[in-house]
Structures are given as structure tokens and as C-alpha cells.
């Protein structure tokens, strides 16, 4: 499973779209994500990079975040 | 994985076969229990499939035949930031931590922030005693190995799987978040009190509103976390301070609305649950267990400890935890 485009993670971090078939990892963590960047707008580039970094060590979070 | 409720001489036998367990009971006999590949902590409170039940003369134990490598951590509130460093490849960890403990607290605010925290599923709940008990008695972790009793520390347990299975965690919710037109929640900073909160954008005292708008505190405020509906429950509310006490830290941030209304408690677990618990590792909360009227009612078959915070990932309240082993 190739890994998301930033950009589009980018997006997800700064919408309010529900993930609820993805695994509860990947929502939890999204949520925190979206807090932060809420919180701090500037951090956006450092979240989308997190993001990133779990969906590479976890696989399955690509599936995840596939058809976004 | 097996879940059993066991005499302290069942347990100790299985644990003699160098067997990799989670127990729950009472301290009184976790403390009798030998050396070996466990954690525990305490709990007196437990969900049995005939229904809840206060337990003290045996043990719920999970017996864990698919772990390959168990490798069991005491773990600090500042130790708690490295927990990700465990992580087996493949694996899954469980950590206990006893409630009202330094660890407990630490942990609520910031795990989720923790390097390389998610990188793999981490169950686990927080340890208590009889509710009579609270403030006489201290709630504790077991650390197997030693045998040794923490009250300030969490025990972890990182376990290694046999090849083809994969843990998933899943969290129960039988809440859900009031309408979008009732009152939104907001909170000036995160943790387990505060005294205002802004309430559909303006600042209000918390108490005062809980009190003049007839809010029934038994339901949970809920935050949606990108689709997982995350509680957190009202513990007090002190009318002289001004301070609304949680169970679990509300968050700088985040939105929260108060849970709809239930009909039934335990209707609402079964239904949600289904069948197949017995499998399964799960934990449920001690609210439930109160407000629902659990004790004598059955919710299904998932069984487990009742207890004062469950962890999936993150502390929730008033929610059910289970982790089932599946084949890839």
C-alpha cells in the first residue's frame, strides 16, 4: 500500500471528517493531531510529517487512510 | 487467550507452568501469589457471565498461550514517556497503573503525546479497591517477577505473539454525543478539574451551569476523536470551590457535548457487544458498573475487571476496552 500524499493528510488534519472505519489507533491519534494543530495552527508542517511517520511504520494505517 | 475466574491455588498452579498472564483480584490474594510471567492489580469488581459481581476469594485471570516473549517493565511517571522503547515488533502491551497514583495522572495527560506511542496496540486499565475502601486502602499493580506491589508506579508488559496473529483493539462506547444544537464544551487548559469551561463560546462558571441547567452528571461529556467517541465522566462537582473534578483529563481544545441519555444499561452493552467475548481481553468501567446497575445483570460475553479507567491507547471513562487476537 503506497503511502498517503501530504497534502492530503494535510487536509484531514485540518478537517473535522470522521475516519470510523479506520483503526482506533489511527483516530485517536488524528484526533490528538487535530487538537494540536487547532491549539497551534503553525505546527501543521511538524503533524503532517507524525502522520506520516506512523502510517510508514504501520501498515495497515495506509489502508486506513486510503480513500481519503 | 483464556479468561478464567480462578481460586488462588488454580492460579498459582497455572502460573507454576510458566504460563504468560493478567490477573485482577484483590490484593489480599494477589500478594499470595509465586513468581512468574503475570501482572496484576487490584480490583474487586467484575463483569462474569452471569453479571456483575463483587469477587474477592478468586482471580480473574487471562492466560496469554499466544505470547512467544513476555517482558514485564515497572514503569515511573517519568519513566512512562520511554514505554514505546518495549514495543515488540508484531506485539501488543498491557499496562496497569494504579488510580490516584502520580503514574495514573501523568499518564492521562500526556501518553497520547509519547514518542512512538501508537506504533502499536496498548491495552490496559486502572487498578482500584472496594469503593468503601477509597482513601483507607490504596489501590495497587502487581509486578509477577518480584511479586512485588507498586501504588505510585504502572507495570507494563510487552508481549511478543506467535507469527500470523494480529491484536485489535476496539473500544465499546454505548454513549453517544448529544445533538450538535446542545451545548458545546470547551476547556482553558487540559486536566482532571476545572472551574469554567466555555460553553457554546462563553466562559461560564462550570459548577453553576452543571447545577442551574439540571445536567445528570452520570453521563459522560464525549469528544469525538476523528471518529472515536472518547468520555470523559464528571467525578464531582464542589458548588463551594467552584470545581468540577473528571475521572479522565478533559483537553485544551477539544469539544465536548454531554452524552445522550440511556434507557437501559445493560441492554445497551448487549446489543453492542454481540457475541464472542470469550477471547477476548476486555475491562470495563466501575461507572457502568454503578450507574447501570450492573451488579446480578448480565451484558453479554465479555468478561472481565471492573475498573477505575480503561486504557486504549488513552484513559477512557465509562467505556469497554476489548483486544481479540486475530489470524492475519
Known amino acids: 500500500m503506497a503511502l498517503p500524499n501530504p497534502s492530503k493528510l494535510k487536509t484531514l488534519i485540518q478537517s473535522e471528517d470522521n475516519i470510523s472505519s479506520a483503526s482506533l489507533a489511527t483516530r485517536i491519534l488524528l484526533g490528538r493531531l487535530r487538537i494540536e494543530v487547532r491549539n497551534n495552527p503553525t505546527l501543521i508542517v511538524a503533524k503532517v510529517t507524525e502522520l506520516m511517520e506512523f502510517v510508514r511504520v504501520n501498515r495497515y494505517a495506509a489502508d486506513d487512510l486510503a480513500h481519503i | ?328
Open chain 2, 1 to 328: 487467550m483464556k479468561n478464567e475466574l480462578l481460586s488462588l491455588d488454580a492460579a498459582a498452579a497455572r502460573i507454576a507452568t510458566g504460563a504468560v498472564m493478567t490477573i485482577a483480584g484483590d490484593e489480599a490474594l494477589l500478594a499470595q501469589l509465586p513468581r512468574g510471567n503475570w501482572i496484576g492489580g487490584t480490583s474487586v469488581y467484575f463483569v462474569t457471565e452471569t453479571g456483575g459481581a463483587v469477587i474477592r476469594d478468586k482471580l480473574y485471570c487471562t492466560t496469554l498461550p499466544e505470547a512467544t516473549v513476555a517482558q514485564i517493565r515497572v514503569l515511573g511517571a517519568d519513566e512512562l514517556p520511554q514505554i514505546a522503547q518495549g514495543y515488540a515488533t508484531g506485539g501488543l502491551s498491557i499496562i496497569l497503573i494504579p488510580a490516584f497514583s502520580r503514574a495514573h495522572s501523568v499518564f492521562a495527560v500526556d501518553g497520547p503525546s509519547y514518542a512512538g506511542f501508537f506504533n502499536q496496540p496498548l491495552v490496559g486499565w486502572i487498578s482500584g479497591v472496594h469503593l468503601d475502601d477509597i482513601g483507607r486502602v490504596a489501590p495497587k499493580v502487581f509486578d509477577g517477577r518480584s511479586g512485588r506491589s507498586y501504588g505510585e508506579e504502572a507495570v507494563v508488559m510487552h508481549l511478543s505473539l506467535s507469527e500470523g496473529l494480529v491484536p485489535q483493539v476496539d473500544i465499546v462506547n454505548i454513549f453517544a454525543q448529544n445533538d450538535a444544537t446542545a451545548p458545546a464544551f470547551r476547556f482553558p487548559q487540559s486536566g482532571f478539574a476545572a472551574k469554567t469551561a466555555l460553553i457554546d463560546g462563553r466562559e461560564m462558571s462550570l459548577a453553576a451551569y452543571l447545577r442551574d441547567n439540571d445536567i445528570d452528571t452520570r453521563l459522560p461529556l464525549i469528544a469525538n476523536y476523528g471518529g472515536a467517541l472518547i468520555n470523559v465522566s464528571v467525578q464531582s462537582v464542589n458548588h463551594e470551590s467552584g470545581e468540577v473534578a473528571f475521572y479522565a483529563p478533559v483537553m485544551q481544545g477539544v469539544e465536548y457535548r454531554f452524552a445522550k441519555p440511556l434507557d437501559d444499561y445493560a441492554a445497551a452493552f448487549s446489543r453492542q457487544l454481540g457475541v464472542g467475548g470469550e477471547g477476548q481481553y476486555s475491562c470495563n468501567c466501575i461507572l457502568n458498573y454503578l450507574y447501570g446497575e450492573l451488579e446480578g445483570k448480565a451484558t453479554g460475553s465479555f468478561t472481565g475487571p471492573v475498573t477505575f479507567g480503561e486504557i486504549a491507547y488513552m484513559l477512557l471513562n465509562q467505556t469497554l476496552v476489548r483486544l481479540e487476537l486475530q489470524a492475519a
